[in-house]
Nanobody
Framework: QVQLVESGGGLVQAGGSLRLSCAAS????????MGWFRQAPGKEREFVAA????????YYADSVKGRFTISRDNAKNTLYLQMNSLKPEDTAVYYC???????????????????WGQGTQVTVSS
């Protein structure tokens, strides 16, 4: 039983930056693998990034590698996504997701995660 709430989305110009946050309610946040996904209108939900329970390992989609950084602060039960050098194609609703600690074989698959936030809109103008 974990509740996830995203925040920090908005409208930015291409080349700008945003930091998304995902606040988790619950007592076992530190035992969850966490990820970020995004979904643009008319498209399937796609993987963006994931981070291990203690933050020691991170994984990124090729489309955001070098521009986005995923991190977590377990003391604050919060997941972050720092987005730099934003492009119009980054426009989407961004979701955070979590799953109890396990292997990482399916970390990029939405169906692998047990808990989801409601999403926050990110719009990048040209």
């Amino acid at each position: 039983q974990v509740q996830l709430v995203e925040s920090g989305g908005g409208l930015v110009q291409a080349g700008g930056s945003l930091r998304l946050s995902c606040a988790a309610s619950g007592r076992i946040f530190s035992s969850y693998v966490m990820g970020w996904f995004r979904q643009a209108p008319g498209k399937e939900r796609e993987f963006v990034a994931a981070v291990s329970c203690r933050g020691g390992s991170t994984y990124y989609a090729d489309s955001v590698k070098g521009r986005f950084t995923i991190s977590r602060d377990n003391a604050k039960n919060t997941l972050y996504l720092q987005m730099n050098s934003l492009k119009p194609e980054d426009t989407a609703v961004y979701y955070c997701a979590g799953r109890p600690n396990g292997d990482y074989s399916d970390y990029a698959q939405p169906a692998w995660y047990d808990y989801w936030g409601q999403g926050t809109q990110v719009t990048v103008s040209s």
